[in-house]
Every structure is written in structure tokens, then in C-alpha cells.
């Protein structure tokens, strides 16, 4: 008769071990290629509720983690596509400039969509050439590209016053001393 070969209970912990460690980085890289990017990397960009010191308004708006205090990017304001909230808008933008900063990311402009030329696009220009243009945002019909760029931009220009950067006004927006953070005197 054969003798049925027992596993021992440190075998079997060992293997329930061994096992969790493989799902857990399964689970790791299934959610980061889910998510568009590393989800073990901190987030660079984040969306924040901000209280508009002129009118008292709400405006939700991008974050960027640089090398101190967050700085205020980009505020969601009316005029963009779609039937979804300034904050989830908000966060879809984060996520898709955290997607973007590996890719070098340099600059912000808007042009008008090739898929649908009567409206515009903000686009977020990258070192990497994959796409001369990826889409943060299609504006609805009629929205005036140049009053939204300033009022979506008006966050990052006001910190660049502040940086005393002479790129704070310019199309395309120079993201490049912002991503630095301010200059060492």
C-alpha cells in the first residue's frame, strides 16, 4: 500500500505565504495598467476644493506635488464637454496629467479638435512624441478657447507672478519652470 505524503504546517504557511505574494502583485499591476499609471508612485497631480477669494465660489482644482507645498495648476471652470461634474472632471485631469508625467511633460495650449473642428481642445504637450496633442479637455461649441485657457490656467499663471517668470501669459504655457518648482537666488 502507498503511503499518502503529508505536508507539514510550516509547508502549508510557507505556501499560503508564497501564494498572497503573488496575488497581491498580480492585483498591483492589474489596478496600475487600469489606472494608466504606477499606483506604488505617489501622485503628482490631486484635485482639491479651493475657495475662490473674489467671489467666495467653490472651484475644484488641480494640484501639483512638486518639492514643498502643493501649488494650484488648473481650476475647472463652465465650458467644458460633457455631462460630468467639475470634480470628477477635476480628478480625470489629475489622473491624466500623472499619466503624463512620465512622459516629460512641457506644455499646456489649446487647438481646435481634428475630430470635430468646431470646438477646441487643451492639450498637454509632451517631450515624448507619441501624439503631437493629448486631450485634457474638449470645450463645448462656442466657448471662447482663449478666455478658458486664461481662466483654467489662472491658478498656475498667478503662482508663476509670484515665481516672477515671464512664460506666466504665453501660448503655449511653458510647464517646465513649474514642474521645477521656484528658482534658487
Known amino acids: 500500500m502507498a ?3 503529508m505536508l507539514e504546517p ?3 504557511l510557507l505556501g499560503g505565504v508564497v501564494a498572497i505574494a503573488f496575488l497581491t502583485v498580480g492585483l498591483t499591476v492589474g489596478v496600475s495598467n487600469a489606472l494608466g499609471r504606477n499606483i506604488l508612485k505617489p501622485r503628482q497631480f490631486s484635485c ?8 467666495g465660489e467653490l472651484m475644484w482644482t488641480v494640484f501639483h506635488q512638486g ?3 502643493p501649488q ?3 481650476q475647472m471652470v463652465p465650458g467644458m464637454e460633457g455631462d460630468v461634474s467639475l470634480k470628477s472632471r477635476c480628478e480625470q485631469v489629475a489622473q491624466r ?3 503624463l508625467a512620465s512622459q516629460e511633460l512641457r506644455a499646456l495650449t489649446y487647438q481646435p479638435n481634428p475630430a470635430t473642428p468646431e470646438r477646441e481642445v487643451i492639450c498637454a504637450l509632451t517631450q515624448v512624441k507619441s501624439a503631437p496633442c493629448t486631450t485634457l479637455l474638449i470645450l463645448k461649441p462656442d466657448t471662447d478657447p ?5 481662466d483654467l490656467t489662472l491658478p498656475l499663471r498667478q503662482w508663476g507672478e509670484r515665481m516672477q517668470l515671464e512664460t506666466a501669459n504665453q501660448v503655449p504655457l511653458d510647464l517646465q519652470p513649474y514642474l521645477l ?3 534658487s537666488p
Do not use: H
Not at 48 to 55: A, C, D
Open 67 to 69: 518639492q514643498g507645498q
Open 181 to 183: 518648482g521656484p528658482a
Open 146 to 150: 482663449t478666455q478658458f485657457f486664461a
Open 97 to 99: 496629467l500623472d499619466s
Open 72 to 74: 494650484p495648476w488648473l
Open 48 to 55: 482639491q476644493p479651493v475657495i475662490e477669494p473674489q467671489t
Open 10 to 12: 510550516y509547508q502549508l
Open 3 to 5: 503511503k499518502l505524503m
